[in-house]
């Protein structure tokens, strides 16, 4: 089974709207840790946000924020105010047993959402 | 070192041959990560270095495939007798396993392809 599910291959939003891209995961492991990474066409991988499993609260980060549904086992990201530079591929990763503090261990990635901006 | 750097950039060797590929972490940061990215796809995990051990290297795809990192710092990734199917970004990333939430530096990438 995927432990990392993105179900959309591609969205397209216009400049200066707010666009959701959808991640579930799953793991039986009570701490873990939920990753958004940012990878244009450059290449690299730009960390944008984490969730820990045992936060209260929604992680926010400038204009990315996390709706975290912990019964759902969701960790959606949400963009506000799109602009053309957040044209990329966006990746959902989770690090199982790092949500209680440590950060070691490997990332499981998602298969990727390309986000579009349209001017 | 102020990132992750990996070399080389980008690599094209025969079908057959035996390619490595190195990476060196941020300075301090005592675990190190493989991945592999095929066109248009997720990353692969391969390999995780704790120090100078690999407690998982479960990813690894097949005996043709080896790492090893020396002093804590360095690593190689070494594939042999190299295949089509191999052509992939192979990203490395690091983490001081301090700040839980910012622990994964990646490296730009080495594009290895096989022709």
């Known amino acids: 089974a995927q432990k990392i599910t993105q179900t959309q291959p591609g969205m397209f939003v216009q400049e200066k709207e707010a666009v959701t891209l959808d991640c579930t995961y799953d793991?039986?492991?009570?701490?873990?840790?939920l990753f958004w990474y940012k990878q244009p066409s450059s290449g690299e991988m730009i960390f944008l946000i984490y969730?820990?499993?045992?936060?209260?609260q929604n992680a926010t980060e400038g204009r990315y924020s996390l709706n975290f549904q912990k019964a759902r086992k969701s960790a959606n990201l949400v963009i506000s105010a799109s602009q053309l530079g957040d044209s990329a591929m966006y990746f959902c990763?989770?690090?199982?047993?790092?949500?209680?503090?440590?950060?070691?261990?490997?990332?499981?990635f998602g298969q990727g959402t390309i986000l579009t901006v349209h001017p | 070192g102020a990132g992750v750097s990996q070399s080389p950039s980008n690599k094209v060797t025969e079908k057959g041959k035996d390619v490595e590929l190195r990476c060196d972490p941020i300075?301090?940061?005592?675990?190190l990560y493989w991945y592999r990215q095929s066109l248009g796809q997720g990353l692969e995990f391969l390999i995780y270095?704790?120090?100078?051990?690999?407690?998982?290297k479960s990813g690894l795809p097949s005996d043709r495939f080896s790492a090893e990192r020396t002093g804590g710092s360095v690593s190689t990734l070494t594939i042999q007798r190299t295949q089509q199917e191999d052509s992939a970004v192979y990203l490395c990333?690091?983490?001081?396993?301090?700040?839980?939430?910012?622990?994964?530096?990646f490296g730009s990438g080495t594009r290895l392809t096989v022709v």
């Open positions: 990333a690091s983490s001081s396993g301090q700040g839980r939430q910012y622990g994964y530096t």
């Open positions: 793991t039986s492991d009570p701490s873990y840790g």
């Open positions: 969730q820990g499993s045992y936060d209260q």
């Open positions: 990763a989770m690090r199982e047993g790092g949500g209680g503090g440590t950060s070691y261990g490997k990332l499981t």
């Open positions: 300075s301090g940061h005592t675990a």
């Open positions: 270095f704790q120090g100078n051990s690999a407690p998982d």
